[in-house]
């Protein structure tokens, strides 16, 4: 356990030195700085108040569970206060900077099996906690796991996080849209029976296939697109042929996070005894295999914003001025998306793009018509997640505190417009003005193959497209009830048979 938490961090900022800027989130930045009168470096997220005032409970609730929580993986706050109109949350320093930024600059690939085995099996021990103490993360992914200097990790983030046992609103909160499209759990998005911790594990399946490839499947696409994709095609996963340089361990325990129905996930606490994370190392493996030569965060941090700033410059023609600022925000990966009309349409009419890349072969992870799969079914297969789940996956009884009487059909129907349907408005207006409809019409055609495509030129710019946090309140009266049916053909939406049905 960290014993640094008994010390008694100042609460003025005068009591602190800040130094260079070491990330960025939606409204906050954050920084290397020096606690004078304890002489130690810390990380200081300065949040501007006037920035989020539309989201002033998520930040309470983020910096409340950040003071409680107790647990050497997740990142606890040494303490807050305000300063002018922002606030400061004084953490522990992270000096090798999230997962995300690392593969970003050092591994685009992904990481080597025995270093994600250590880095998951530290999530994962978070995650027991948090799920122990009735706390669902919501936002599992590379971006939220940062490595301080020594190679210890911590699950960071709980701006979204959730309490199953909390009542009202904070209850309510849990039947609310939340989350990042690509690591987002179908019963998220879906909303037809609300959800529970294992919404956690689906996207901590997703985030072991973000570190295996060095990012998250579906990433190049416009959150839209992923929300159908996820709720229609079979779940992503770890590919015989593509992935030869993984274990089968691995594959199974990707495979058993990735079922579509929930109740044959496993808990955290059983996924933590998968064999996958026997293989699992120490803290120094990892500061000496991925830390060992990076140069500073700060550093690091300049390079990739140059590099970001660059990418948008080069795509300003492709895409138009219009959309540059939310472009930016994709890029950066780390927004608040909201629904809106203009943001729809704006990703909407990108969508051809993307699709119009065609060496999709080497990367359709659950394709049928794959070289080298027999007709028997093989149980890493993905396809065969839904059926055939490995032993390790068990009901997790008393873990599910939502419409457990209604169990999902071994289907799982999938009716994405009902999922989306009660978040947006549809006006023939919207219906008739929306101009990219057309060309978006046959895109949304569900496709055999239709999992990844081919990096390419633009990799960069759009890999992170889908990394951006959306957050639906379902409340009435909160504005931003858009659009949804006209970007959606209805025979998509009647079809409601995709690959998880099968
Ligand atoms: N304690 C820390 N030490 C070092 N770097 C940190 C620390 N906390 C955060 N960072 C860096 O700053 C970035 C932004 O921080 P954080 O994710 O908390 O902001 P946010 O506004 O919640 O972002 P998001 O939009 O993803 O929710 C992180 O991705 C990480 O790279």
Redesign the pocket.
Same mark, same amino acid.
């Given at each position: 356990m960290d014993h640094a938490y008994e010390k008694k961090y100042p609460l003025s900022s005068k009591d602190y030195r800040l130094y260079e800027e /070491?990330?960025?989130?939606?409204?906050?930045?954050?920084y290397?700085a020096l606690c004078i009168p304890l002489n130690e470096i810390?990380?200081i997220?300065v949040?501007d108040l006037e920035k989020c005032n539309n989201d002033l409970d998520g930040i309470r609730r983020?910096v409340q569970m950040m003071s409680l929580i107790d647990h050497p993986n997740l990142?606890r706050a040494h303490c807050s206060f305000t300063a002018d109109h922002n606030l400061w949350v004084v953490?522990?320093?992270?000096?090798?900077?999230?997962c995300?930024?690392i593969m970003k600059t050092t591994y685009p690939e992904g990481f080597d099996e025995p270093v994600i085995a250590t880095l998951l099996r530290e999530v994962l021990k978070a995650l027991v906690y948090l799920h122990g103490h009735g706390h669902i993360h919501r936002?599992v992914k590379a971006?939220?796991i940062?490595v301080?200097g020594n190679g210890a990790v911590?699950l960071?983030?709980f701006? /979204?996080s959730a309490c199953m046992f909390d009542t009202g609103d904070r209850q309510r909160s849990r039947n609310t849209f939340v989350g990042?499209p690509c690591w987002m759990a179908p019963e998220v998005m879906q909303q037809l029976h609300g959800y529970d911790f294992k919404a956690d594990i689906w996207s901590f399946g997703i985030t072991a296939l973000e570190l295996a490839h060095g990012h998250a499947p579906f990433s190049k696409y416009p959150p839209m697109k992923v929300l159908l994709m996820t709720l229609q095609n079979a779940p992503p996963g770890l590919d015989y042929e593509r992935d030869r340089r993984f274990s089968r361990n691995f594959k199974e325990m990707v495979a058993a996070c990735l079922v579509k129905d929930p109740k044959k996930r496993p808990s955290s606490e059983k996924l933590l005894k998968h064999h996958f994370f026997k293989h699992a190392r120490s803290n120094e493996y990892i500061a000496r295999t991925i830390l060992d030569g990076l140069s500073p965060?700060g550093d690091r941090?300049r390079a990739l914003k140059a590099k970001e700033a660059d990418l948008l410059l080069q795509n300003k023609a492709m895409y138009g001025d219009k959309e540059q600022k939310s472009q930016h925000e994709y890029i950066?990966?780390?927004?608040?998306w909201n629904f809106n009309l203009d943001d729809l349409k704006a990703q909407a009419s990108l969508i051809q793009d993307y699709d119009e890349n065609p060496g999709s072969n080497d990367i359709n992870m659950n394709g049928k018509e794959k070289a080298g799969f027999n007709d028997a079914p093989d149980p890493l297969s993905p396809n065969n997640a839904n059926h055939d789940t490995s032993e390790i996956v068990e009901e997790d009884g008393d873990h599910i505190l939502k419409d457990r009487e209604r169990p999902f059909p071994s289907s799982f129907p999938l009716h994405p417009l009902e999922a989306l349907k009660g978040y947006f408005d549809v006006t023939e207006d919207d219906i008739n003005s929306s101009s990219p409809k057309e060309g978006i019409q046959s895109e949304f055609e569900p496709q055999e193959d239709d999992q990844e495509p081919k990096p390419n030129e633009n990799e960069g710019f759009e890999r992170s497209f889908s990394s951006s946090?959306v957050i639906i309140n379902p409340l009435p009266g909160r504005g931003n009830k858009f659009l949804s049916g006209s970007l959606i053909p209805e025979r998509v939406t009647r079809s409601g048979n995709g690959d998880g049905d099968r």
């Amino acid at each position: 356990m960290d014993h640094a938490y008994e010390k008694k961090y100042p609460l003025s900022s005068k009591d602190y030195r800040l130094y260079e800027e /070491v990330g960025e989130g939606v409204s906050a930045s954050v920084y290397r700085a020096l606690c004078i009168p304890l002489n130690e470096i810390v990380a200081i997220k300065v949040l501007d108040l006037e920035k989020c005032n539309n989201d002033l409970d998520g930040i309470r609730r983020e910096v409340q569970m950040m003071s409680l929580i107790d647990h050497p993986n997740l990142l606890r706050a040494h303490c807050s206060f305000t300063a002018d109109h922002n606030l400061w949350v004084v953490m522990p320093y992270m000096a090798g900077g999230s997962c995300l930024h690392i593969m970003k600059t050092t591994y685009p690939e992904g990481f080597d099996e025995p270093v994600i085995a250590t880095l998951l099996r530290e999530v994962l021990k978070a995650l027991v906690y948090l799920h122990g103490h009735g706390h669902i993360h919501r936002d599992v992914k590379a971006g939220n796991i940062l490595v301080d200097g020594n190679g210890a990790v911590k699950l960071a983030d709980f701006g /979204v996080s959730a309490c199953m046992f909390d009542t009202g609103d904070r209850q309510r909160s849990r039947n609310t849209f939340v989350g990042t499209p690509c690591w987002m759990a179908p019963e998220v998005m879906q909303q037809l029976h609300g959800y529970d911790f294992k919404a956690d594990i689906w996207s901590f399946g997703i985030t072991a296939l973000e570190l295996a490839h060095g990012h998250a499947p579906f990433s190049k696409y416009p959150p839209m697109k992923v929300l159908l994709m996820t709720l229609q095609n079979a779940p992503p996963g770890l590919d015989y042929e593509r992935d030869r340089r993984f274990s089968r361990n691995f594959k199974e325990m990707v495979a058993a996070c990735l079922v579509k129905d929930p109740k044959k996930r496993p808990s955290s606490e059983k996924l933590l005894k998968h064999h996958f994370f026997k293989h699992a190392r120490s803290n120094e493996y990892i500061a000496r295999t991925i830390l060992d030569g990076l140069s500073p965060l700060g550093d690091r941090f300049r390079a990739l914003k140059a590099k970001e700033a660059d990418l948008l410059l080069q795509n300003k023609a492709m895409y138009g001025d219009k959309e540059q600022k939310s472009q930016h925000e994709y890029i950066r990966g780390i927004s608040a998306w909201n629904f809106n009309l203009d943001d729809l349409k704006a990703q909407a009419s990108l969508i051809q793009d993307y699709d119009e890349n065609p060496g999709s072969n080497d990367i359709n992870m659950n394709g049928k018509e794959k070289a080298g799969f027999n007709d028997a079914p093989d149980p890493l297969s993905p396809n065969n997640a839904n059926h055939d789940t490995s032993e390790i996956v068990e009901e997790d009884g008393d873990h599910i505190l939502k419409d457990r009487e209604r169990p999902f059909p071994s289907s799982f129907p999938l009716h994405p417009l009902e999922a989306l349907k009660g978040y947006f408005d549809v006006t023939e207006d919207d219906i008739n003005s929306s101009s990219p409809k057309e060309g978006i019409q046959s895109e949304f055609e569900p496709q055999e193959d239709d999992q990844e495509p081919k990096p390419n030129e633009n990799e960069g710019f759009e890999r992170s497209f889908s990394s951006s946090k959306v957050i639906i309140n379902p409340l009435p009266g909160r504005g931003n009830k858009f659009l949804s049916g006209s970007l959606i053909p209805e025979r998509v939406t009647r079809s409601g048979n995709g690959d998880g049905d099968r």
